[in-house]
């Protein structure tokens, strides 16, 4: 194995050690974000000719953005969370057809004092109007009629990476 890549694979082992220590050993990765994925089409639905959540790669943008030193490990622990708790209620939410998610959503949200899903759409909004570099999309910023500034960015977090 060439260095380069015995360094990359550390660096990637250690970045799923510290995300499933942030989340709990009891979650499982891929349910919660299965769930924030199903959690975000219900957010910003397909609904042409406006972008839906997988449109703006809004799963994709929060895990990527969720490895940065930066990223607010109380954010993590709250989505964390209100997924767990989701599951408690229905556990078979993702069997679940969109409409009745969509129900489910709401029950939660008028009863919820926990800000998760306040949060989940705040970052759902936030993939909307990233850049490409963050695993965003130029999608939102077409939906808008937004032309993104010049120069854009070349490192990430502007090359505040750990």
Known sequence: ????????????????????????????????????????????PYNPPHPSSNDIKATAYLANSSLHFSFPNNDLITLNDGVKNLLKLEPNFLSLNHKEQGDILLEINKNDDNNWLDLLTYYTIEALLSDEIYSGNDTGYKWLGHKAGIPKPTKLYGGLDV
Do not use: C, D, E, P
Request: cysteine-free.
């Open 1 to 44: 194995m060439k260095r380069r890549a015995f360094l990359l694979l550390l660096f990637v082992s250690g970045v799923v050690y510290i995300l499933w220590n942030k989340l709990g050993k009891n979650s499982h990765l891929s349910t919660f974000w299965s769930v924030i994925s199903a959690v975000q089409n219900i957010i910003l």
